[in-house]
């Protein structure tokens, strides 16, 4: 049987890292540059990290602090590129597609709520 492959998977092993990273860096970039809410949320990152560092908790703690704020970013990420295809897809209003962004969104909501919950537990104990 053919093996069916995209021809945007050709790489591999050292070339498909350094490619990986690239693209990485490149997702990270549009999202500072085009999205207002990744940038106060990683401003907000920036402060947070430090400080969960600096607190006197155990490392469990501070790892679910920071955890907890780096997870905000990854599902920004996510939400910024569902509303980024769907504005591909078509600028028309249509349901699914204000089901698609309404969805994303209410996921950041969800891990921004996790943050307070998180630094809460791990801060009163």
């Known amino acids: 049987m053919p093996e069916s492959r995209s021809p945007h998977k050709g790489t591999t092993g050292l070339r498909r ?5 690239r693209h990485s860096a490149d997702g990270l970039g549009a999202a500072w540059r085009h999205e207002a809410a990744f940038r106060q949320e990683a401003l907000l990152a ?4 430090p400080l969960a560092l600096l ?8 790892a ?3 955890g907890s704020v780096l997870l905000v970013l990854i599902v920004e990420l996510l939400n ?3 509303e980024a295809a769907i504005d591909r897809i078509s600028e028309e209003i249509h349901p699914l597609a204000k089901r698609a962004k309404d969805l994303g969104s209410a996921a950041v909501m ?3 709520a ?9 801060l009163l104990g």
């Open 80 to 82: 910024s590129g569902i």
């Open 17 to 21: 890292v350094l490619n990986a990273a």
């Open 110 to 112: 969800l891990a921004l």
């Open 46 to 49: 920036a402060v947070l990290v």
């Open 114 to 122: 996790n943050v307070a919950v998180v630094w809460a537990l791990v």
């Open 64 to 66: 679910l602090m920071i």
């Open 55 to 62: 607190l006197d908790v155990t490392a469990i703690g501070k």
